[in-house]
């Protein structure tokens, strides 16, 4: 061996000895809390998971083959929600009962004709566990599975645990109107803020503290989180929690742009990148709307006038179309659900002829039928969205008493 080359490699491998560790995040999630120390919370109890592809720890490993490895633990029942226990079905698609091929726990789908556990499923079952990426907005449907899980466990005698996850766009920024109870439904179940700043912990500790569901709930709480941090701050790897949310962006963006799911008016799906962008094959003057748009100065957000294919089985599938690009430009300046009010309104003005309210599912994800109208409106969302932002923050002074974390 050469000189040069034995220097070579001692150079390696002193650079291989300087070079440090994998960094452990920022942030331990509540299932490696609950792995580490906690363990004695199920030690010896048939446990039931209600978990999808996002419940899972930093290496890869699903919650499903951590929790059927554990010692002492025996898992018994798994519950899938919406999409799937392996997240890959379509949004609204139903999913049957199945048995994992991995541990031969049987799967029931709280996702079709079933939304909470029977009886029967829960003979079964101990204490039941949730482990799921949530996206911090009140239209998503897996915390809903959540609650109508945890009542029918305080039903059965069950004991309820939730392994804390973070709100991937800030526990600490709420937003957004107030749901009315008479328009409750599974992208909305209890009267909470439209951006509503809770882990899912602490939306369990709201359900039952405020008398809105009766059972019994523990929190396995996150160690190292704050409620100022967005999802890349923890440090933990990125998981898309449904398969139309691909960033955190299009998380910030969400609470404003799934408003267009009730509307003749792609909401991104089909996409490159869902929920940043909307558009419809007869938009000829996303141009003009995204100038009118830019003139208001949105907070947080620029608009961008572009065309991109939409994937066949989806709204305007096969075609490329026009449509209008929302960047976030600052995350904490951005109101997602002004952003959404203004769009519509734009859109709605101009193609009054072609736009199409879809109503049952509109003032469902609105909350209410008060953005419906005000969009219809001449000074309806200017005089709506104060109001808005009162409902959010008399909402943030209630909800303190709930917080897990500063």
């Known amino acids: 061996?050469?000189?040069?080359?034995?220097?070579?490699?001692?150079?390696?491998?002193?650079?291989?000895?300087?070079?440090?560790?994998?960094?452990q995040p920022k942030v331990r999630t509540g299932v490696e809390v609950l792995l580490k120390d906690s363990l004695h919370l199920i030690a010896g109890k048939r446990v039931g998971l209600l978990t999808n592809h996002s419940g899972r720890l930093p290496d890869g490993t699903s919650t499903v083959d951590a929790l059927f490895k554990a010692p002492g633990v025996k898992l018994t029942a798994l519950f899938g929600p919406e999409h799937g226990i392996r997240g890959t079905a379509k949004a609204g698609e139903k999913i049957a009962t199945a048995v994992d091929s991995a541990t031969g726990v049987t799967v029931y789908s709280l996702y079709g004709d079933v939304r909470a556990p029977t009886p029967e499923m829960?003979?079964?079952?101990?204490?039941?566990?949730?482990?799921?990426?949530?996206?911090?907005?009140?239209v998503y449907t897996?915390?809903?599975?959540?609650?109508?899980?945890?009542?029918?466990?305080?039903?059965?005698?069950?004991?309820?645990?939730?392994?804390?996850?973070?709100?991937?766009?800030?526990?600490?920024k709420v937003d957004g109107g107030m749901l009315d109870t008479a328009f409750s439904s599974l992208v909305g179940l209890h009267p909470v803020a439209l951006r509503y700043g809770f882990t899912a912990g602490e939306l369990g500790k709201w359900l039952v503290g405020s008398g809105r569901v009766k059972a019994v709930v523990k929190v396995v709480p996150m160690q190292g989180y704050t409620r100022a941090m967005y999802y890349e701050d923890t440090g933990l790897p990125w998981e898309n929690p449904s398969p139309n949310l691909r960033n955190n962006d299009a998380n910030v963006l969400y609470t404003g742009t799934?408003?267009?799911?009730?509307?003749?008016?792609?909401?991104?799906?089909?996409?490159?990148?869902?929920?940043?962008?909307?558009?419809?094959?007869?938009?000829?003057?996303?141009?003009?709307?995204?100038?009118?748009?830019?003139?208001?100065?949105?907070?947080?957000?620029?608009?961008?006038?572009?065309?991109?294919p939409v994937e066949a089985g989806y709204e305007f599938g096969g075609?490329?179309?026009?449509?209008?690009?929302?960047?976030?430009?600052?995350?904490?300046?951005?109101?997602?659900?002004?952003?959404g009010a203004h769009l519509l309104r734009e859109i709605y003005v101009r193609h009054k002829d072609k736009w199409e309210w879809r109503k049952g599912s509109i003032d469902r994800l609105s909350g209410s039928s008060r953005l419906r109208e005000a969009v219809e409106k001449d000074g309806g969302i200017e005089a709506l969205l104060p109001v808005f932002k009162a409902e959010a923050e008399k909402f943030l002074a209630e909800s303190r008493k709930y917080w897990i974390y500063k």
């Not at 034995?6 to 300087?18: E, F």
């Not at 829960?122 to 009140?138: M, N, P």
């Open 142 to 172: 897996y915390q809903w599975t959540m609650a109508l899980a945890l009542e029918a466990a305080g039903k059965a005698g069950v004991p309820f645990i939730i392994l804390d996850r973070p709100n991937p766009i800030r526990a600490d």
């Open 122 to 138: 829960l003979k079964t079952v101990d204490v039941l566990l949730y482990d799921i990426q949530d996206v911090g907005a009140r």
């Open 319 to 339: 075609q490329t179309i026009p449509m209008i690009r929302v960047t976030v430009t600052n995350r904490d300046a951005v109101v997602p659900v002004n952003v």
């Open 1 to 23: 061996m050469t000189r040069l080359r034995r220097l070579a490699l001692a150079a390696t491998a002193l650079a291989v000895a300087a070079a440090p560790a994998l960094a």
């Open 258 to 308: 799934v408003f267009f799911e009730g509307v003749n008016v792609s909401e991104g799906r089909g996409t490159n990148n869902p929920f940043a962008q909307v558009g419809a094959s007869w938009l000829n003057d996303a141009g003009a709307i995204v100038k009118a748009l830019n003139a208001k100065k949105i907070p947080g957000v620029w608009f961008d006038s572009i065309s991109r």
